[in-house]
T-cell receptor, first 112, second 114 residues
Framework: TQLLEQSPQFLSIQEGENLTVYCNSS?????LQWYRQEPGEGPVLLVT?????EVKKLKRLTFQFGDARKDSSLHITAAQPGDTGLYLC????????????FGPGTRLSVLP | DAGVIQSPRHEVTEMGQEVTLRCKPI?????LFWYRQTMMRGLELLIY????????DSGMPEDRFSAKMPNASFSTLKIQPSEPRDSAVYFC????????????FGPGTRLTVL
């Protein structure tokens, strides 16, 4: 069974602060995705990383895939209240890019 | 364009009753997924279809759960009989058949079984 762990589970910070959340597994994934979920809505894809060591940037968000493709991090610079939400990582289960297993998520609250 | 549509948005029922959740995927998408989300277990994949054919139903908790996709634009998830532990938010998602697909999630159905 491929399991993903995410840390921290909860994070509350002030607007303008930087933060990093982590996604770890003992399994190797061919690809990994990050989603953000807002209250009352479904998750929305932020990024897909596929190459070990890959770094992708999405405005103030920086995503990194570990060299061994077992872990990933999401760094947010100068967090804003609009970044509040549940951040989920998801690893490709069958290497076909269709079936993903989700981590438990990091619940981020950015206070104004 | 309309996204994934789910109905109802909220369902409250009593233990033992049959519950049917409905999903309309994005037109042209080849894959449809049913997930369940709870605080304790997070987001769990129940079953997914490719071109209306069930591919993997290993996440379906037990025989009380069943899912169908009679055509490319409609799927149902049925629970019969329902139990309080089935209370959760159920999401439907759809995607295209491409490498590293993006799954588009619906707004979810919040199910409460009393």
């Amino acid at each position: 069974t491929q399991l993903l762990e995410q840390s921290p589970q909860f994070l509350s910070i002030q607007e303008g602060e930087n933060l990093t959340v982590y996604c770890n597994s003992s399994s190797v994934f061919s690809s990994l995705q990050w989603y953000r979920q807002e209250p009352g809505e479904g998750p929305v894809l932020l990024v897909t990383v596929v190459t070990g060591g890959e770094v992708k940037k999405l405005k103030r968000l920086t995503f990194q895939f570990g060299d061994a493709r077992k872990d990933s991090s999401l760094h947010i610079t100068a967090a804003q209240p609009g970044d509040t939400g549940l951040y989920l990582c998801a690893g490709d289960v069958d290497n076909y890019g269709q079936n993903f297993v989700f981590g438990p998520g990091t619940r981020l609250s950015v206070l104004p | 364009d309309a996204g994934v549509i789910q109905s109802p948005r909220h369902e409250v029922t009593e233990m033992g009753q049959e519950v049917t959740l409905r999903c309309k995927p994005i037109s042209g998408h080849d894959y449809l997924f049913w997930y369940r989300q709870t605080m304790m277990r997070g987001l769990e994949l129940l079953i997914y279809f490719n071109n209306n054919v069930p591919i993997d139903d290993s996440g379906m908790p037990e025989d009380r759960f069943s899912a169908k996709m009679p055509n490319a634009s409609f799927s149902t998830l049925k629970i019969q009989p329902s139990e309080p532990r089935d209370s959760a938010v159920y999401f439907c998602a759809s995607s295209l058949e491409e490498e590293y697909n993006e799954q588009f999630f619906g707004p979810g159905t919040r199910l409460t079984v009393l």
